[in-house]
């Protein structure tokens, strides 16, 4: 009978060691809130930049309508592209075989990678997903869903100036 009375007044002790360790107030709830916060922390601390990396900023469009290349129009070979920066986005100057210079937005209408000119194809190519674009900037093949967007383009004294109205 002894035996059976201290078993219970130790399972008793027991319960009342862990109900005081669980009340509000009591140092191990302070510790257990204490390392929470801290792994919380730790935690928001890894996301952020990963998040700021997959959000991109936002970014306003130049409001220049036009843009001065710092090239010759002689210095264009013929059949070639030249990247070039029209406010925040990159652009692309093409002389086409017979001479005639045309220019577009170098951002791809796919996912927005930069497009290049591909001599031996003669056409305009994105190579991430493989997408391309004639000399008139449609959308011929791979992935773009629409064309590039055309600039027009102007010699004056050899210096060549693009502008977004055609």
């Not at 990963?50 to 013929?78: C, G, H, N, W, Y």
């Not at 925040?88 to 497009?115: K, N, W, Y």
Request: hydrophobic residues 35%; charged residues 20%; glycine residues 10%.
């Amino acid at each position: 009978m002894r035996k059976q009375s201290e078993s219970a007044r130790e399972a008793e002790r027991s319960r009342d060691v862990q109900a005081a360790q669980l009340r509000p107030g009591s140092r191990r709830s302070f510790i257990d809130r204490l390392i929470g916060t801290g792994i919380g922390g730790i935690v928001l601390s890894a996301l952020y930049p990963v998040v700021q990396f997959l959000i991109p900023p936002a970014t306003r469009e130049s409001a220049k309508a036009s843009v001065a290349l710092s090239l010759a129009a002689e210095d264009v070979a013929s059949n070639t592209g030249t990247i070039f920066k029209f406010g925040s986005q990159p652009g692309i100057l093409v002389r086409m075989p017979d001479g005639e210079l045309r220019a577009f937005s170098a951002v791809c209408t796919h996912l927005g990678c930069t497009v290049q000119y591909r001599s031996d194809l003669r056409h305009i190519w994105c190579a991430c997903h493989n997408g391309h674009f004639d000399l008139n900037g449609v959308n011929v093949g791979g992935p773009p869903p629409r064309p590039l967007d055309r600039y027009g383009v102007h010699v004056l004294e050899g210096r060549i100036s693009v502008s977004r109205d055609l």
